[in-house]
């Protein structure tokens, strides 16, 4: 029976290949993923000083998973059910699979609901519980800064940044094609037009901000410790293009009808690096990630010891976890492993809405070795535009990762419990993990609007 379809990581695409005869069975997956699509995070007076033109209406409000994003999660989620049947994952009886199912999401709207939509195709006809904090407490799995439970120097992140990136005037070169093509976006223009146009009156130019790339003196919390000043400004102005075509809007609306799906994907890249800026650079991801990849390891070691673990997600028989947060947290975990994607359509590393690393964990039928196997995986743009059914014939784009340090030779590039568990614990700095005796784990919430 089919499974998962993927290829080598930033590779050619390999032949479609079956999971289920290769001598391994899934014991647990792991979907670490980002929420599905939203509107924009910004107020329509935020924007208005970055554009004279107005943005389009998600009809929802700020920051909240859209009505189309509801439904691309529900598709994702029966995609996986359909693919954990075939792997014996799951049993078709809803009680039964939820008894050894987990949810979770940081307390954000968008990420409580995206978790529970793909919940209800995962497992449909039964009520998800979602843990989660309270919508908008902090919640230190994924801020430990802000929580207390990491303290960041600044100043070192911010000098280690200095020393990776050069400095600002060096990524404002590095991207400029990037910078260039958001402003022809926003003040309505052709790219490449020389001189470019003024910025027209009332407004800020978010492309020509300075990049101080310099230590954040007040309000430091998890994402916010280096200043990125015209990479924060710029991604913002232009983060709602990904979020207008993936949620159906006409195409009139889409940067106002400026941008092809070349370029509609081109200037993500400047998301992307801001993302490798705060979360892949080493200090920093140690910093911020560590808390998050220690839950997760633990979830996996007790899944292989059959034994509670302090500090895990679920229990010693949760065989699916689902951990559903934001693309910077997905873009830090990876960054401790020291992996790489790139899914059709989209720039490398770009984390699209739903999109999620797997962890599987397997076991060899022949010498009864637990096994990691890592993807990528992340509905198209067009099959979340259209609202694509999946199915094992029509999966998501997938990418199968190699693991630098762990994958072994070969097709399966999986990588050996004992050798994955060993990479993450030299890559966690435990200095930045939360004590588990002093953790007070988050019950189901209940009452998340959804609209």
């Known amino acids: 029976m089919p499974g998962l379809w993927f290829m080598l990581a930033i590779g050619a695409p390999v032949p479609a290949q079956t999971v289920t005869n290769d001598d391994t069975i899934l014991k647990q997956i792991v979907i670490f993923g980002r929420h599905g699509v939203r509107s924009p995070t910004l107020s329509p007076a935020a924007y208005a000083v970055y554009s004279p033109r107005p943005y389009p209406d998600f009809g929802v409000p700020t920051g909240y998973l859209t009505v189309h994003g509801q439904q691309a999660a529900v598709l994702l989620g029966t995609y996986y059910r359909n693919y954990l049947l075939a792997e014996g994952l799951l049993t078709g009886d809803a009680t039964t699979d939820l008894g050894h199912s987990y949810f979770r999401a940081n307390s954000i709207q968008r990420s409580n609901l995206t978790a529970t939509m793909f919940g209800q195709g995962l497992i449909p006809g039964i009520t998800i519980p979602v843990h989660s904090y309270p919508l908008n407490q902090t919640d230190p799995v994924f801020d430990p800064i802000a929580a207390g439970v990491a303290a960041v120097d600044a100043n070192r992140a911010a000098n280690e940044v200095q020393e990776v990136y050069n400095s600002g005037t060096a990524l404002a070169s590095a991207y400029s094609a990037e910078f260039s093509l958001i402003r022809s976006v926003l003040y309505n223009y052709q790219q490449g037009v020389e001189p470019p146009p003024p910025t027209p009156p009332g407004v800020t130019d978010p492309t020509a901000q300075p990049i101080p790339l ?169 099959q979340l535009r259209n609202l694509t059914p999946l199915s094992l014939t029509a999966p998501p784009e997938t990418a199968q990762l190699t693991i630098p340090g762990g994958s072994r030779p070969g097709a399966s590039l999986d990588v050996r419990f004992e050798t994955f568990q060993n990479l993450l614990q030299k890559a966690i700095g435990r200095q930045y993990v939360q004590d588990p005796s002093t953790e007070v784990p988050p019950g189901v919430l209940s009452g998340v609007p959804t609209q």
């Open 214 to 382: 310099d230590a954040v003196t007040t309000g430091v919390a998890t994402g916010n410790v280096v200043n990125l000043g015209g990479m924060t400004s710029a991604g913002q102005a232009a983060d709602a293009f990904i979020m207008e075509y993936a949620d159906g809007l006409p195409l009139a609306d889409l940067a106002w009808g400026q941008l092809t799906m070349d370029t509609l994907s081109q200037q993500t890249r400047i998301a992307t690096v801001a993302e490798a800026i705060d979360f892949r650079t080493p200090y920093l991801d140690r910093v911020q990630s560590s808390n998050t990849a220690a839950h997760i390891l633990r979830s996996m070691k007790q899944a292989v010891l059959g034994e509670a673990i302090p500090g895990a997600f679920g229990s010693p028989t949760t065989q699916v976890l689902v951990v559903t947060s934001s693309d910077v947290f997905v873009t830090g975990l990876a960054g401790l492993l020291n992996a790489h994607w790139q899914l059709p359509g989209y720039q490398p590393d770009f984390c699209p809405p739903g999109g999620a690393l797997v962890f599987e964990l397997r076991q060899s039928k022949d010498t009864a070795e637990f096994l990691v196997r890592v993807f990528y995986t992340a509905q198209s743009l067009d």
